[in-house]
């Protein structure tokens, strides 16, 4: 059986990617010093998938600590998702995000040097690209000019580990580069549990529709879209997680050095829509405000998903009506998140 090490493995993305691997045939390690997530989660995915997983509170950063992992099992591959993610909280404490997201990932590259495992998955997200005229961004699309320091932290991670993966021909890196991932597991037992007053769409509508915040503020209406809002390309999670397993099959095979996919659905939706969708799938109307703009908003963000399609055989199953009921599902099962 083929051992997959999850850095961040407890996370949002993480947590589900471990059911998708566990499903189909790999033995997982977690790794996750808890900065974002919760022991609970562990105990959750146990009661999906009837495992327990290894799992190490180890801050990535710490080099020595982590060597234990590799001395402790026999990893094969590694998928990265260990990482700060806030945007705004990125603007305020630049050089957490910067030493946090690059130290975890040179921890992380040099035992692999050093423990001889070859194949690496990263996450990386479409914040690298450019403008909205670009869009739908196809991986060959110009990389742009990041608009804050997580995302600087993507765009500078994936040079790295292209120069990486130069300097050592045994290395293969496949850049995922996730669009917007909402949703939650069918079960109900797991999704997006941000701490605090969220800042992302769709963990702010839920609590609005869970009645644990009062209103939704649309951040501006007088783009040029259809609506005026905002388009983006929504991917529900549990597709996402699928995409990784398939990422790690594509490394196996593949004899190029670095790949990059797209991993989204192709179809942008704009914030009102995303909003009339929650609706139904709750069952009452969600209080909402137009106020002005987000600074740093781009009018439109999706992908173009042939590359994915074609190569790596990933399509998303699910439209934004499931993303919004297994959202809605999640809410109501666990209205104030999971345990510390
Ligand atoms: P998350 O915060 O839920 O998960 C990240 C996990 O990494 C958390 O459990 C956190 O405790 C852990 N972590 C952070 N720094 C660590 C360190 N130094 N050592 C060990 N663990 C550490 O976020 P997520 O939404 O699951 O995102 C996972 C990855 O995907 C991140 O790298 C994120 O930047 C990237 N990504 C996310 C999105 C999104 O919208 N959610 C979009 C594009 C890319
Ligand atoms: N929005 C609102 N009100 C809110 C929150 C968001 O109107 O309370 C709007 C935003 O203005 C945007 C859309 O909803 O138009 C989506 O916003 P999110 O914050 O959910 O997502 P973003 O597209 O801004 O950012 C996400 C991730 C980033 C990543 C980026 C590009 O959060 O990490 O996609 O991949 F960098």
Known sequence: ?????????????????????????????????????????????????????????IDCCDTDALRKVFEENK????????GLKAVGESVKIPLDYYSNNIGSLISVCRLMSEFNVNNIVFSSSATVYGSS??????????LGVCTNPYGWTKWMIEQI???????????KVCLLRYFNPVGAHESGLLGEDPR?????????ISKVAGGTLDCLTVFGDDYDTPDGTCLRD?????????????ALKFLDKTEDSVSV???GTGKGTSVLEALNAFEKACGHEIKHVIGPRRSGDIAVCYASTAKAEEVLG???????????SSCWKWQTMNPEGLKD
């Open 1 to 57: 059986m083929s051992t997959v090490l999850v850095t961040g493995g407890s996370g949002y993305i993480g947590s589900h990617t471990v059911i998708s691997l566990s499903e189909n045939g790999y033995d997982v390690v977690i790794v996750d010093n808890l900065s974002n997530s919760k022991m609970e989660v562990l105990n959750r995915l146990e009661k999906i998938t009837g495992k327990r997983f290894k799992f190490y509170n």
């Open 75 to 82: 990893i094969d591959s590694v998928i990265h998702f260990a």
């Open 133 to 142: 005229e670009d869009v739908p961004f196809t991986e060959e699309s110009p």
């Open 161 to 171: 580990l292209r120069d990486y993966a130069k300097a050592d021909p045994s290395k």
């Open 196 to 204: 605090g007053i969220p800042n992302n769409l769709f963990p702010y």
């Open 234 to 246: 929504y991917i529900h999670v549990v597709d996402l997680a699928q995409g990784h397993v398939k």
């Open 261 to 263: 996919f797209n991993l």
């Open 314 to 324: 990933f399509k998303a199953q699910y439209g934004i009506d499931e993303m919004c």
